[in-house]
């Protein structure tokens, strides 16, 4: 009951905050290795992750009927598939790493992980204010 309150009070931010946390560790795997020859550079379709959540909450969800069918949204491991990025410009040794790529994604995903703290500090700060009758 606790964790469908706060569902509510703290909307999508949560499960937001927890994505870009994974996103962010995926993204500094890539940078450290951009030396690494033959390492490919992963990363994590944020957008996809967020709506297969949603759809994990709907009242119809996808079942798979035949081996041969993918699976749905619970299938996979953690929270969604790591996906390769392809590079702009090849390396001749195989690592598919672009150093200004990654860290313009991880900037990216840094400014968004802190608007979702925002929010969510706002609401508790008005969560409290109601509740101290300020």
Do not use: W
């Not at 940078?31 to 379709?45: E, H, Q, S, V």
């Amino acid at each position: 009951m606790m964790m469908g309150l706060l569902g509510e009070v703290f909307g999508p931010h949560e499960l937001a905050l927890r994505l870009r946390g994974e996103r962010a560790g995926v993204l500094a795997a890539n940078l450290a290795n951009a030396d690494t020859p033959g390492y490919k550079a992963r990363d994590l379709d944020f957008a996809t992750l967020l709506a297969a959540q949603g759809q994990e909450q709907s009242s119809l969800p996808m079942a798979v009927t035949q081996g041969a069918h993918l699976g749905g949204a619970d299938a996979g491991g953690g929270a969604g598939e790591l996906l390769y990025r392809i590079p702009f410009q090849p390396s001749r040794d195989g690592n598919t790493v672009e150093s200004q790529v990654e860290f313009a994604a991880f900037g990216a995903n840094a400014v968004r992980y802190q608007a979702s703290l925002m929010f969510i500090n706002r609401r508790i700060a008005g969560i409290e204010s109601a509740l101290t009758g300020q």
